[in-house]
C-alpha cells in the first residue's frame, strides 16, 4: 500500500559560495518541479565574507519557499543545526551548494518514500565533476578503492553498520526523517573540543546506520564540483587527515586498520628518505602509479585514474600532516575531560 508523500524540508549551509549556490538552487528547484513536490529549502549563511548574503537575498525574492538563517561562522556542523532547527518537513534532504541536484532525483525520491516507506534514510549517488579539475577528479578516483563493491557497479542496494566502511557516504547529498537527524546531531561527539575540526558527516551517519539500513541508488543523484587549485587541493588534504582521525580512531573496521597502516607507512617512509631519498623517491611514484592504476580498476574513470598517479604523492603528504594534528587534538581533548 502506497504511503503519502511526505512533507519535505532540504537544508542547505554555506559558506563563500557566492558563485555555486544560485547554480545549487536552480537545479533544486527544477528537480522539485519535474517531482511535483513542494518544499521548505532553508539556506543557513555561515558567516560568509563575499557576495553570498547578497546572492541569498535575491534567491529569497526568487523563490517564496527559501528560508535564510544567518550566523556567525560556526562551521559545517552548526550550520546544519542550525538549519535542521528551522526545518518543518517531515523528511530532511541535506545538500551541500556546490551540489547540482540531477533533475529528476526528487523524483525517484519522492517515488520511493511512496512505494517503499521502509526506505526511509537515502545517501546521494554523487558523481564528481572531474572535466578540467584533476583535483577534483583525484577525490573521485581515490575513494573508489574503499568503495569499489558500489562504484565498480552501481545499483540500488542498502548497507548496514557492518558494511558501513565500504559504500559511498557523506552528508553532500542525504536524505532522512527529521527526527532521525534530530537524534544524530543531538547525540554528536567529536573526540576534539572545536567542532569545526570534527568528522560532522561520518559521525553523523554513524549514528544513523546503527539504527536504520542506508540506502544509495543512481536514481538518487547529484554531480559535485570540487575545489579547482592546488592551495585548496593542499589545504583540503591537510584537513581530510584530521577529520580522518575523528571519524575512525574509536571505530573498529577497515578504515581504522588502514589509518594504522598508513601511519606505520608513514614512519618507515620517513626514515627512508632520510637513509635513501633517491630509492624512496622513485618508490614513491611507482607507488603513485599503482595507486592510479587500482582505481581503475575498482570503477575510476582514466582522468580520475591520473590525476590519482599524479597527486597521490602531494595528497599523502598534507594528509598525513592532518592525522598527526588529529591525533594531538584528541588527546589533547581526552586529557583535559
Known amino acids: 500500500m502506497n504511503a503519502s508523500v511526505p512533507a519535505l524540508s532540504v537544508v542547505i549551509p554555506v559558506y563563500n559560495e557566492e558563485s555555486w549556490l544560485p547554480r545549487s538552487i536552480a537545479a ?32 529569497a525574492k526568487k523563490y517564496d519557499n527559501i528560508t535564510v538563517v544567518s550566523q556567525e ?42 512505494e517503499h516507506p521502509d526506505r526511509r534514510v537515502w545517501n546521494g549517488h554523487i558523481t564528481v565533476n572531474s572535466e578540467g579539475n584533476p583535483y577534483a577528479g583525484f577525490m573521485a578516483g581515490l575513494v573508489k578503492i574503499p568503495w569499489r563493491r558500489y562504484c565498480a557497479d552501481p545499483r540500488l542496494t542498502s548497507f548496514g553498520p557492518e558494511e558501513f566502511d565500504l559504500f559511498p557516504k557523506g552528508t553532500t547529498f542525504f536524505a532522512a526523517p527529521r527526527e532521525i537527524f534530530a537524534g544524530a546531531f543531538g547525540d554528536f561527539d567529536s573526540l576534539y573540543d572545536d567542532v569545526k575540526l570534527a568528522s560532522d558527516d561520518t559521525r553523523v551517519l554513524r549514528w544513523i546506520v546503527e539504527r536504520e539500513r542506508i540506502n544509495i541508488s543512481p536514481g538518487f543523484a547529484a554531480v559535485y564540483n570540487g575545489r579547482e587549485s592546488l592551495k585548496k587541493f593542499a589545504s583540503h588534504s591537510y584537513f581530510r587527515g584530521t577529520t580522518y582521525v575523528d571519524s575512525y580512531l574509536t571505530s573498529a573496521g577497515p578504515a581504522r586498520t588502514a589509518l594504522f597502516g598508513a601511519l606505520a607507512v608513514g614512519a618507515v617512509g620517513v626514515v627512508a628518505l632520510v637513509n635513501r631519498p633517491k630509492t624512496t623517491l622513485v618508490a614513491g611514484v611507482v607507488g603513485a602509479v599503482a595507486g592510479g592504476a587500482v582505481a581503475k580498476r575498482c570503477g575510476a574513470t582514466n582522468t580520475e585514474a591520473r590525476a590519482v598517479s599524479t597527486l597521490l604523492p602531494l595528497f599523502a603528504g598534507g594528509f598525513g600532516l592532518g592525522v598527526l594534528r588529529g591525533l594531538f587534538l584528541a588527546l589533547r581533548a581526552k586529557l583535559r575531560r
Request: net charge negative; hydrophobic share 40%; charged share 30%.
Open 28 to 59: 533544486l528547484m527544477v528537480s522539485l518541479d519535474r517531482a511535483r513536490w513542494e518544499a521548505q529549502v532553508v539556506v543557513v549563511d555561515d558567516g560568509s565574507t563575499d557576495g553570498t548574503g547578497d546572492r541569498l537575498a535575491e534567491l
Open 73 to 114: 561562522n560556526r562551521g559545517r556542523f552548526e550550520a546544519r543545526k542550525a538549519g535542521l532547527a528551522e526545518a518543518t518537513g517531515e523528511q530532511v534532504v541535506l545538500l551541500d551548494s556546490r551540489v547540482i541536484v540531477e533533475p529528476d532525483s526528487l523524483t525517484y525520491l519522492r517515488d520511493q518514500f511512496t
